[in-house]
Nanobody
Framework: QVQLVESGGGLVQPGGSLRLSCAAS????????MGWYRQAPGKQRELVAT??????????DSVKGRFTISRDNAKNTMYLLYLQMNSLKSEDTAVYYC??????????WGQGTQVTVSS
């Protein structure tokens, strides 16, 4: 099993920046893809960005050019996943979830971190 713990959410003004972090522990050697998803009130959870173990990235059109996903696999016992969010908009307000998918297509989720963009 993979355990995920997010941090870094908060309140930011439109146009501001935040960086989310996710620490993955447990069976990290089984992870193939890690990513960020978000869920706004009354909406379905949606993909924000993903990064594979080969560092291939994928972004939702709504965040391209503003968000950057990165992954640090340097430690033997923990992987770190980041989401740098710039030029934030009110529509980016949501609970952001870290996800890890194994080579066997098993998904693990973090508890979520709230991001609120408001003046």
């Amino acid at each position: 099993q993979v355990q995920l713990v997010e941090s870094g959410g908060g309140l930011v003004q439109p146009g501001g920046s935040l960086r989310l972090s996710c620490a993955a522990s447990g069976s990290i050697g089984s992870i193939s893809v890690m990513g960020w998803y978000r869920q706004a009130p009354g909406k379905q959870r949606e993909l924000v960005a993903t990064v594979t173990s080969f560092a291939r990235t994928n972004y939702a059109d709504s965040v391209k050019g503003r968000f950057t996903i990165s992954r640090d696999n340097a430690k033997n016992t923990m992987y770190l996943l980041y989401l740098q969010m710039n030029s934030l908009k009110s529509e980016d307000t949501a609970v952001y979830y870290c996800n890890a998918r194994t080579w066997a297509n098993f998904n693990s989720w973090g508890q979520g971190t709230q991001v609120t963009v408001s003046s």
